[in-house]
């Protein structure tokens, strides 16, 4: 059993900067592939971001390539979402998730702990 938690969402100008952050309980956590996800009103969740048990491999969504970047403090039990030059369709609600198994990251169905989300608005 995993439990996420999500912070550091907020409000930010268009062209700033936010780092989201997720705790997870429990032991396994260095086991687990990780992942963000979000979704915006109306629309579908959408991949973000995922990076694997050790840090060494990560993975993006093609609208956030060069300016998100993942990574995650096993140590710490987080992982972390850096978030530049953000964009105005960048706002949704910021998902963490655990994926088990290390594989599939843009597959949502992969993911067997979610978190309850944190709220990323960016204005024009």
């Known amino acids: 059993q995993v439990q996420l938690v999500e912070s550091g969402g907020g409000l930010v100008q268009a062209g700033g900067s936010l780092r989201l952050s997720c705790a997870a309980s429990g032991r396994t956590f260095s086991r687990y592939g990780m992942g963000w996800f979000r979704q915006a009103p109306e629309k579908e969740r959408e991949f973000v971001a995922g990076?694997?048990?050790?840090?060494?491999?990560?993975y993006y969504g093609d609208s956030v390539k060069g300016r998100f970047t993942v990574s995650r403090d096993n140590a710490k039990n987080t992982v972390y979402l850096q978030m530049n030059s953000l964009k105005v369709e960048d706002t949704a609600v910021y998902y963490c998730a655990a994926n088990p198994l290390g594989v599939g990251f843009q597959d949502s169905g992969q993911y067997d702990y979610w978190g309850q989300g944190t709220q990323v608005t960016v204005s024009s």
């Open positions: 990076i694997s048990w050790s840090g060494g491999n990560t």
